[in-house]
């Protein structure tokens, strides 16, 4: 475990500064992780821990909760001496206490950093890489579009094309500004004035074309006006439709059992 590769180099450094000399000022930068780093050290053992933790997989908490029973396990073999506990006892424990919360607080400091990296290059991705190859898809279908005749199938899987690539643009843009702002808040929801049955039978159009032989029925009764968020909407239809072509039976419109993924599933189709 990462932990017992650097509990030597932990407890050097909290001996190292249960040892040396400590203002108040000092004491107080301990708490907050500014503190001592040991002499000639670059990465200290806490920040390499930080490290290995996060490319394991671990959690923040997960990472804390070492340090907790690191701390348990030291004072438990103090208590086990079997000595009265002397003026220094209580000095000396005070001090171990406050070097392992520096060691938290640089792991801790370290993990935030690391993960702010990988946020950015998370960002980077979906916002270059992706972006890229969507939009140049879009610009594909407009071409194709310009060189179809209007009614022809060639132009309505163009149209396919561009409506699906703008919407997944759209849903990009999204997640870019959740993750700018912060991991786990929610996506954004703006409501507008729109039809629904025309998004409802866009992404029909859509899923048509990818249904291998499925049948997809579409109908709508009364008014179909109100105020959503396009997008959105656009996602929950192409996800229940997508669900319902994969698992129901070939050239059937009642999307009764089907096989997929290896399991039999019951879909009902919009």
Known sequence: MALRDHIVEILDFVAEDCESAQTDRQQVAKSKGDGPRGSGIQNSAAEIHAALRLDSGFDIDQMVSEYRALRASVVKLWARRGQPMALTDVEDLTRFNEAIDQAIAESVAEYTRLMSESKNLFLGIIGHDLRNPMGAASMAGEALKKLSTPDSK???????????????????????EVTRSAFGTDIPVVRAPMDMASVARR?????????????????????TNGEWDETRI??????????AVEYSVPDSADLGRGEGRGERRRN???
Request: glycine content about 12%.
């Open 154 to 176: 060639q132009m309505a899987l163009a149209s396919h094309v561009v409506d699906a690539t703008q919407r997944g643009l759209q849903i990009l843009n999204d997640l870019l």
């Open 203 to 223: 992404i029909v159009d859509e899923m048509r074309s990818i249904a291998k032989g499925g049948r997809i029925d579409f109908a709508t009764d009364g008014d």
């Open 234 to 243: 656009g996602q929950v239809f192409s996800n229940l439709i997508g669900n």
């Open 268 to 270: 009902h189709g919009p």
